[in-house]
């Protein structure tokens, strides 16, 4: 049955002022929820209560271990609907439901851990150079502006929220269009924690109108965003405009480098994992395989099996390891790139269609796709396909293989799989990526700060400095001199 669900604007839960949408269900298509697009009045309407609700005593007065508290209250919020929050997110976007159950279980230790970061952190008493003592403060930046894509919407969310509340902003919402029911149901467990009316608004709808508003809006003092590489940049040049600060985790081609002394069932199931979990539709999708020469058909005939043995399926099942794409035009997008693969040059060793069978019929299902023979420099080599399709390419020179891993716009993350830590010290060195990970793929951890270099993107999130990304800093001097200031009086 269709639900139709409202959504937070002002503190107020009701429907946005735009047209009626419905979300479907990637599985088969059915239509999950009805719920209204915002406008540009609405993000105003969000903005200029937020701007009011964040000076008012119940949040602008709050210490930070009650700030702290409320985080946490979150977090168990979170905790305490966990399983109805995972089958949502499945319904949202496709994602196989244990998949989801590990989003909300990381989205509820994010604002754990911002809550602890919250209350530890410390402002600064800094070196004086005379007679005057000088303190370093942060503050909360304002109103900020929240974007994310529909991938793995819970913990993006979280991501944002938990560091912003935590420094003392308040949060406007744009989530993606497709997704937009766990930034709602967020609001409502932060509301339900304590976080005062107008502090946090949710405003789904499309990019191109409810985004662009917002960050266009000039009480939005920072724009958290996660998305495509292409709005990103978009947003950046609009950001200018008020000098704005930004964060950006933008697309990925992330390169994964097995050794000729790597254990290859490990890298195996790692690069397996990489690249096919959430099929594909992830930012640090392992899509590029860099495989040593010397061991490239073994690791070939391995992988192989293991790909023919991936489940995928009904992402209500406790077994699926891969469930459908989040739509029919992303499918037909992805389908594109692998004909381009094949137009290139490359030879399809499994996949290369979608899965055969009743069940499949009304959804955007594709199967795991393994592509060997295409240079590094093809298109499909080149560009973020964000579906599961994985590229073979064999190598034998260091020097070179650093070459063709760097020789990508993107540079968000790698992987390694060697038996000997100096070479994975020496290559990880020379990867131009945020994150490397060393005989393991796709680990998150949210203590250590997450982000891109090159058009992958730019700050940071996660880690306990997190927080001070949602702050500005003020220096107070403090004069301590018995006379008046000489310059004046000599
Ligand atoms: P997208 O860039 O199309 O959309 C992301 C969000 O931006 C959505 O909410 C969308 O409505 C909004 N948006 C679109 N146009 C806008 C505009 N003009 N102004 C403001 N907002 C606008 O991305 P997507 O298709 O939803 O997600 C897939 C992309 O996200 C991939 O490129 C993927 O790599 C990237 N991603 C990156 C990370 C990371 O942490 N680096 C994580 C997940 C996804």
């Known amino acids: ?102 989003l909300v279980a990381s989205a509820a230790g994010t604002f754990q851990f911002f809550a602890a970061a919250c209350e530890t952190w410390e402002d600064a008493l800094t070196p004086a150079r005379g007679d005057y003592m000088t303190m370093s403060v942060h503050e909360p930046l304002g109103v900020v502006g929240a974007i994310t894509p529909w991938n793995s919407p819970i913990a993006s969310e979280a991501q944002k929220l938990a560091p912003a509340l935590a420094a003392g902003c308040a949060v406007v919402f744009k989530p993606a269009e497709i997704t937009p029911r766990m930034a709602i149901e967020l609001a409502k467990i932060a509301q339900q924690a304590g976080v005062p009316d107008g502090i946090v608004s949710v405003l789904p709808g499309k990019g191109s109108v409810v985004g662009d508003a917002l960050v266009k809006h000039p009480l939005i003092k920072r724009i958290a965003f996660t998305g495509g590489t292409t709005v990103g940049m978009g947003i950046q040049r609009l ?116 899965p055969q069978g009743a069940m499949f019929d009304q959804g955007s299902y594709y199967m795991p796709t393994v592509i060997e023979g295409l240079p590094n420099q093809a298109r499909m080599c080149q560009e973020e396909i964000f579906g599961p399709v994985l590229a073979l390419l064999p190598w034998s020179d260091e020097a070179d293989l650093i070459a063709q891993c760097n020789d990508n716009v993107y540079g968000l993350a790698s992987g390694i799989w060697t038996r000997d830590y100096k070479t994975a010290w020496r290559i990880g060195q020379a990867l131009q990526t945020g994150t490397v990970w060393i005989n393991t793929y796709k680990l998150f951890s949210v203590s250590t700060p997450f982000g891109g270099v090159k058009l992958s993107g730019t700050g940071r999130e996660k880690g306990r400095l997190g927080i001070l990304e949602y702050t500005s800093q003020k220096s107070f001097y403090w004069g301590l001199n018995e006379h008046p200031m000489p310059w004046a009086t000599a």
């Open 239 to 354: 950001a200018v405009e008020k000098l704005m600060p930004t964060s950006l985790e933008l697309g990925g081609k992330s390169p994964t480098i097995v050794c000729a002394d790597a254990d290859l069932d490990h890298a195996v199931a790692g690069v397996l994992y990489g690249i096919f979990s959430s099929s594909g539709e992830s930012c640090i999708a392992g899509s590029r395989a860099f495989v040593h020469a010397s061991v490239y058909d073994e690791f070939k005939r391995r992988l192989l099996a293991g790909v023919k043995n991936l489940r995928v399926g009904d992402p209500a099942s406790e077994t699926t390891q891969m469930g459908p794409l989040v739509n029919m035009s992303h499918r037909a997008s992805v389908e594109r790139y692998v004909q381009l693969g094949i137009d290139e040059g490359g030879q399809v060793l499994f996949g290369g269609q979608r």
């Open 1 to 102: 049955m269709t639900e139709k669900i409202q959504t937070l604007i002002a503190g107020q839960w009701r429907d946005a002022s735009g047209p009626e949408y419905s979300t479907e269900y990637p599985a088969d298509g059915s239509t999950v929820a009805r719920l209204h697009a915002a406008t540009a009045d609405d993000v105003n309407e969000a903005v200029q209560a937020a701007e009011v609700a964040r000076h008012q005593p119940a949040w602008a007065n709050l210490k930070r271990h009650e700030r702290a508290g409320i985080l946490h209250r979150i977090a168990s919020g979170i905790r305490a609907r966990g399983e109805e929050l995972a089958q949502l997110q499945r319904l949202d976007n496709g994602k196989p439901i244990n998949e989801t159950r590990a």
